[in-house]
Structure formats: C-alpha cells, structure tokens
C-alpha cells in the first residue's frame, strides 16, 4: 500500500460521512478517487514539507465536498451529461465586455441575449464585475469580494439568473477568476491591515524593502508607467506588500495552502452559480522565488493542475482558460491538464504585425511550428482583447525566418502608432519602458486596422480595404482551430474612444482608449449593408452561421498550416475524414494569385463563402484583403 491509498483509507470515510445522499456521495468519491494519487503528488510538492500538511489537505477536500454538495441540481445534471469536447464543437462563437459599457448592467446584459444570438455567439465573457474600489480598480481586476457584485451592476441573485438564462439559450457564461491577487479592500487585505496575523499570512508582506529589492532584480514590471516596482509600502502595516500590477493589487500567497483552500472555495462557489469558464487571470504570477522571475514557476503549474483535479471533482462542466500573456513555449504549457482552453496571443500579435509588414511568413512558420497543442484542448482565438497587444512572438522564430525581432518590434510599434509612412493604423502606445525600450499598443480593432484613419480622410476605398483587413481577422479566427473570441462592439467596427482621457479614474490607462460604450448608431445601422457597421455585421454574421454548420471546424479536428510560396497570404486546411477545407487569405493590400495544385486532389472544390466552385487547375488570384474557404471531399495530398 503507497502512503497515497494509505491517506485515502483515512479521508475516504471522514469524507463520506459529509454526504446524505448515497448517489452523490458515490459520484463524489468516484471521482476523487480517480485523481486522488495525481492530486496527492501535486500537493504534496507544494506544501508536503508542512507539519500540518494532513490537516491542510483534509480541509481542500471538504472545501470540495461541501461546494458539491451545495452545487444546485440543474449544475450537477449538466456536469453529468456534458460532452466532454462541448467547448472544441463548431458551434462555439464567443464574444467579451464590459456589463457597463457594453449594456449598463445585467439586466441590460439579458435584454441583449436575443442580439447575441442574432449574432450567433455561445460564450460571452463578462468583464470583472466583483466589488472593487473606486475610482481606481484596474478595470474591475482589483477584486474586494469574488462572491458579490458592484451594486451599479447588479446582484449576485441577477447574476445567477443570468447565468441560467443564458444557458437556456445556448450561451455559457464566462467570468474571469483573478486568482494572483486582491485589492487592497477585500476582507481579508482589511483583516491583515487590522494585524491578523492569519490574514497577513495571505499576501506576501516584508518588514524592510531588503528582501524586496533582492527579487526586484529579477523581475518584469508589467505597468512600469502607471504601477512602477513590484511592491509597496503600506503605512499602517509597515511593511512592503508585494503588488505586481497595482499598489492597491496585493498579490495572493500561494506558498500558504490556505490560501489554495480558500480560493478554491470562491473558484466553485462561482462554478456552483452558474459560471462555465472560469479565466485565470495572470496566471504565470502565481509562485514566487528569489533568484528568479517569478513567472511560470513549476508550482504555478502545480497549483493550476491541483485546481482543475478538484474542480473536475466537484464541478467538472466547468472548465480553466488560461490568460497567460508570455514567451509562446511558456503558453503551452498551461494548456491540457491544466487548462482546458488557452488564449492564442501569438496568433493574434502575428495577424497584426502580417497586416502591418504585408508580409505572412513570420505568422505561417509560427504558426506551423506551434499551433499543435493538445487534442483534449483548444486555443481561443481573438483579434485584441481589453487589453495592450504586446510583440510577443519568439526572437527564435524570426531570427528563423531572416526577421530581427527586436528591430521588428520597434517597427510595429512605430507602425501602430502612425509614425510610419503609409500606415493606415491610429493607435496608442502603451506601457513604455524606458530602461527596455519595451512598448505595447492600444486601439480598438477598427481604427489599428485603418476604419478611422480612412473615415477622417473621407476615403472611400481605404474605408473598403480597412474592412476586408477587419473581415480578413475575423475569417482567420472562425476558421482555425478553436473557440473564435470578438471583443464586442468590433462586429459594428467601433472606433477608439478618447473620453477617457476626461476621467481621472482612466486618464492615466490608455487601454480604456479601446473600450468604448456599445456605439448604439452604428447597431442600429448593422441591418444595413450600405453602412460600415452592416459591412462588419453582416459579413461576420454570414461567416459565422457557415462555420457552425460544419463539424469540419471542431478545434478537435487538426489545422494544418501550409506553405503557399506566396508570403503575403495565410494558408490553412482543416480536416475532418475524408473531407478538408482549404482557407486561404490575402493579407496584403495588393491582389496575389496562389496554386493550390499541389494540396488538393479533388476535381472541384467549392468557396463556402459565395458559393462558386473551381476547378482544381484553376489559378486563384485573390483581390487585397479576400479569402477563399475552399471545402472538397476525398484525399488530400498534404494530410
Ligand atoms: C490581466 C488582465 C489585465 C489586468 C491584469 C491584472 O492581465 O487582463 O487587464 O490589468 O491581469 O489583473
């Protein structure tokens, strides 16, 4: 007997004793049962060197056993007849934002559940929506408690009903879970400025700046002109409080296992109303070391894979999106056994930058080289999100293809920033640091893809090719393998928005220039296909009613990311069977002509998007910005 069945001998009957219900007490142990010598393995590296590690690990079970107990009927019914792929089907379509701008609160949030079905979506990500302080809160992310919600937006009753109603109609809601820190507000930071010691315990507190500076050497500084430094001082506790992001985000203690409980209990408390995805938020910070960055750390992997074990345990149609914006090889690494979906920031920084330089070659060997990630998973795949897009492709994977990255850097962002001749884009910079060089940039996706440069001049034929760009984005994320994610409001090609300038509460966060309040005008246009919005909204619309109709687009069937020889057009096929679908783009501003002799073997194939068939033979010149999603039955000569 190994000391792992010896510890399950001792909790199993403690834990059954919790249980009324036979049926659920069976569920629950069968399941835990199955994972119990992993999850023993992972915790016991992370706190087997405490005394007290039994009566630790006593309590992360019964935090999971109580939470499934509490877990409503209708949960427990889902988590039992769930496919486990549901979230690779071809039919996900998410959309993100903010309850506020987006909708003003959550009832706004229901009275535009029939536009996002209108829309096709079937995962909608909620911006953080928790108590947070005010006017300061990292847009929601400097979380006071997990388990109630701002009262200008709602109550946490609405939020449950929301929940459920959303799933009615096929939606599944999706909330961040931002796990590597509080705000300075939470209970449990007041509790520790209070001088309990316990709560001090959470966070990671220092009694001089010594041992601060000696990690500071090693570390990033994500917001070096809003937030510099990784930690503050705070006066009523005389200490150095650990804040990577913002002084008032105290970073959470991972190293205290009570602190893994008591997430874990807020992780499934959220599960238990109604929450499907739950997105990790920053999740590479979890683990501190001296000595290193402390970032992507093996025990911020443990933590994550010990999670995802309880929560398939306790509340397994739930699943972890990992937001982990770092070096590509780090990426992967969260994705599979710890989370079941991933964002794919490279694929979206290299979108960007093909539009950008005219030239695919950087994305198609990127691509090629680390699209592969495990089957059981799936990439979400977007165009920007609420926040900065930062040049985080591999210095390797340009060196590879005779770019140097660091160069290409500065070029993108001088590019994004109109300080190129000829750029069509109107960003801002962000998060400049002068020490590196570093810098990232903001704009919605509308005006970094040149809609509001081109509206300004009152020219109608870069207002056509700004929105092929847009459309070529959107294709490209409907069609790869993955859940396509739209950052809401770009389907109607919202502009930047510079009224926050006029807020003290955003002035200082330029990414508040791209997220604007829903453009009420430009929905209401989207009917209309003479206007910008109904070219955006109608285009996108159609493509993503075609993708949902065919199971070729399951994430669970295999990209593959193929050569054209033309390095200004992105080439992928899909394959399912005997079946593959060939998508091909031009991502340049002038027509090209491709061969695809050499892939497809079938006599004729058919662009689901109009309609036309071709022959095999046939040269295929695509217009700047078009695309083709050319499908044909029977072999292929590259699968
Ligand atoms: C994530 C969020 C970002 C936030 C940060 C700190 O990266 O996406 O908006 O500022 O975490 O919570």
Known sequence: MDSSQGTWYVLRPLLAALFTDDAQRTIFLTRLEERFVSLTD??????????????QFEQILMTAAYAFIARPAVMHALDASR???????ERMVGGVCYVDLYAGNLKGIRERIAYFQELGLTYLHLMPLFRSPSPQNDGGYAISSFRAVRPQLGTMEELTKLATELRVHGISLVLDMVMNHTSDEHEWAIHAKEGDSDYQGYYLMFPDDTLPKRYEQNLRE????????????????QRWVWTTFHRYQWDLNYANPAVFNVMLGEMLFLANHGVEVLRLDAVPFLWKELGTNCE????AHALVAALNLLIQ???PATIFKAEAIVHPDEIVKYIGQECAISYNPLLMVLMWEALASGWTHLLQHSMTKRFNIPANAAWVNYIRSHDDIGWGFANEDCAEVGIDGGIHRIFLNRFYTGQVEGSFAVGLPFGYHPRTGDMRICGTTASLAGLEQALQRGDAYAIDLSIRRILAMMAVILTVGGIPLLYL?????TLNDYSYQHDESKSADNRWVHRPFAHEQALAQRHDPTSVAG???GNLQRMIAIRKSYPIFAAYNPTNWLNSNNTHTVLFARHQGQQALYVALNFSAYPQSLDLRQFIRSEHVTDLLTET?????EPLTLPPYEMVWLHSIGPTSES
């Not at 992507?296 to 025990?299: A, D, E, H, M, R």
Request: no cysteine.
């Open 42 to 55: 992972l915790l016991l590296g992370l706190y087997g060197d405490r005394a007290d590690f039994a009566e």
């Open 83 to 89: 496919d486990p792929r549901w979230f690779q089907n």
């Open 222 to 237: 994500i917001f070096p002109e809003q937030a510099p430094g990784n930690f503050t001082y705070v006066p009523e506790l």
């Open 296 to 299: 992507n750390l093996p025990q």
């Open 313 to 315: 345990v306790a509340a």
């Open 489 to 493: 409001g770009d389907e109607v090609g």
């Open 535 to 537: 070219r955006i909204f």
């Open 613 to 617: 068939t071709y022959k095999r033979d």
